[in-house]
């Protein structure tokens, strides 16, 4: 199975502030011949399923806010939120779909 | 806009079978890969497998002995079925969909969840 490693665990970032969010695989994600990641990051706010933000790495889901952006490729990849709102408020996973069993990050909670 | 309801009985006791089902609406079972996924305060989320109207079935190694998945496309449902629960599958459920090539790719809709207790 490929593990995901997410870092921090939690941080507290200020309102306006970057908020940066990382996510390591075991493995490689990136399926060269396409050159596409098969990486994709969620938020989930308590009581809620978990929302897809990003995926293949860096295309945000439509009607996700343009602060919201994913970057990286291979093993390392980052969640970035440019200016923290107070709705930014939630947990964060990384999840690859590289291959079965699909696996998801331990998460990171994101705090004001 | 694709919406997923998750149903079934919240409350079990060990070494019974838990039996959810996954109401699909604004999109065709037909179409795409319907997943389980859980979430429990010790194991994060994890991915249960997936089913599919079209044949492709995958079940998680970890749970492969005790699951389950399969289609009613005359109900747009899907549906999972776990065997012989114990107090470590207490978890939330959720059933989600998502495009895929040989397996599924990301979930773009997920329904509410529903909490499952497994308690003597």
């Known amino acids: 199975d490929i593990v995901m490693t997410q870092s921090p665990d939690s941080l507290a970032v200020s309102l306006g502030e970057r908020a940066t969010i990382n996510c390591k695989s075991t493995q490689t994600v990136l399926y060269s011949a396409i050159n596409k990641n098969y990486l994709s990051w969620y938020q989930q706010k308590p009581g809620q399923p978990p929302k897809l933000l990003i995926y293949?790495?860096?295309i945000r889901e439509s009607g996700v806010p343009d602060r919201f952006s994913g970057s990286g490729s291979g093993t390392d990849f980052t969640l970035t939120i440019s200016s923290l709102q107070a709705e930014d408020v939630a947990v964060y996973y990384c999840?690859?779909?590289?291959?079965?069993?699909?696996?998801f990050g331990g998460g990171t909670k994101v705090e004001i | 806009q694709v919406q997923l309801q998750e149903s079934g009985p919240g409350l079990l006791k060990p070494s019974e079978t838990l039996s959810l089902t996954c109401s699909v609406s604004?999109?065709?079972?037909?179409?795409?890969?319907w997943s389980w996924i859980r979430q429990s305060p010790g194991k994060g989320l994890e991915w249960i497998g997936f089913?599919?109207?079209?044949?492709?079935?995958y079940y998680n190694p970890s749970l492969k002995s005790r699951v389950t998945m399969s289609v009613d496309t005359s109900k747009n449902q899907f549906s999972l079925r776990l065997s012989s629960v114990a107090a470590a599958d207490t978890a939330v459920f959720f059933c989600a969909r998502s495009e895929g090539g040989t397996y599924p790719y990301f979930f773009d809709s997920w329904g509410q969840g529903i909490l499952v207790i497994v308690s003597a």
């Open positions: 293949w790495s860096s």
């Open positions: 089913t599919s109207s079209s044949g492709p079935t």
């Open positions: 604004g999109a065709s079972i037909s179409s795409n890969y």
């Open positions: 999840q690859q779909y590289y291959s079965a069993p699909l696996t």
